[in-house]
T-cell receptor
Framework: ELKVEQNPLFLSMQEGKNYTIYCNYS?????LYWYRQDPGKSLESLFV?????AVKQEGRLMASLDTKARLSTLHITAAVHDLSATYFC???????????????FGKGTHLIIQP | GAVVSQHPSRVICKSGTSVKIECRSL??????MFWYRQFPKQSLMLMAT?????????EQGVEKDKFLINHASLTLSTLTVTSAHPEDSSFYIC??????????FGPGTRLLVL
């Protein structure tokens, strides 16, 4: 069974600081997603990482994927209050073999950025 | 980007009634759609994989007779919660996969069973 572990699960930080959220998964997969969720809302897609070594950046967020280490990171640079949300990583099971399908999500990182 | 809609966005029903939720891919065809459930302050859990023209594949622990899934066309999947009970109250989110394998999520349906 695929396990996806995110840490930290809760993060309170000040504006202007940098931080990294980690996502470890237990089996091979070449496709990983990062999503943002605001309270009461559905998921907003941030990044799709498709191969080992993939790095994508959008504004103050940067995501990377190391399939050999089974690790993805989401790095926040010079955080601003608007980035406060819950962030999920999700591994695409279809790319891990075995015939299963769908996404397995981490537990999410609840991020609060204080002025 | 691709758009997925869900209807209704919110529903309140009495215990014992059935509720149907629709998921549509608006600008692309999706041979595969997925249904997820999210309880408050928890992550999303995959309930079932819906394939157009065939039976859905349910995850372990999800009752297929309680959560009926129909994927009658390449742009529509429906989830019917039969004989709903308060413990079925949750946020139900569908996703649709495009030809390139990317999943796009709908806005979700909040179900409250009284």
């Amino acid at each position: 069974e695929l396990k996806v572990e995110q840490n930290p699960l809760f993060l309170s930080m000040q504006e202007g600081k940098n931080y990294t959220i980690y996502c470890n998964y237990s089996t091979t997969s070449d496709r990983l997603y990062w999503y943002r969720q605001d309270p009461g809302k559905s998921l907003e897609s941030l990044f799709v990482l498709l191969s080992n070594g993939a790095v994508k950046q959008e504004g103050r967020l940067m995501a990377s994927l190391d399939t050999k280490a089974r690790l993805s990171t989401l790095h926040i640079t010079a955080a601003v209050h608007d980035l406060s949300a819950t962030y999920f990583c999700a591994v695409d099971i279809r790319y891990s073999g075995g015939g299963a399908d769908g996404l397995t999500f981490g537990k999410g990182t609840h991020l609060i950025i204080q002025p | 980007g691709a758009v997925v809609s869900q209807h209704p966005s919110r529903v309140i029903c009495k215990s014992g009634t059935s509720v149907k939720i629709e998921c549509r891919s608006l600008d692309f065809q999706a041979t595969t759609m997925f249904w997820y459930r999210q309880f408050p302050k928890q992550s999303l859990m995959l309930m079932a994989t819906s394939n157009e023209g065939s039976k859905a594949t349910y995850e372990q622990g999800v009752e297929k007779d309680k959560f009926l899934i129909n994927h009658a066309s390449l742009t529509l999947s429906t989830l019917t919660v039969t004989s709903a009970h308060p413990e079925d109250s949750s946020f139900y989110i569908c996703s649709a996969r495009d030809l390139w394998g990317t999943q796009y999520f709908g806005p979700g349906t909040r179900l409250l069973v009284l």
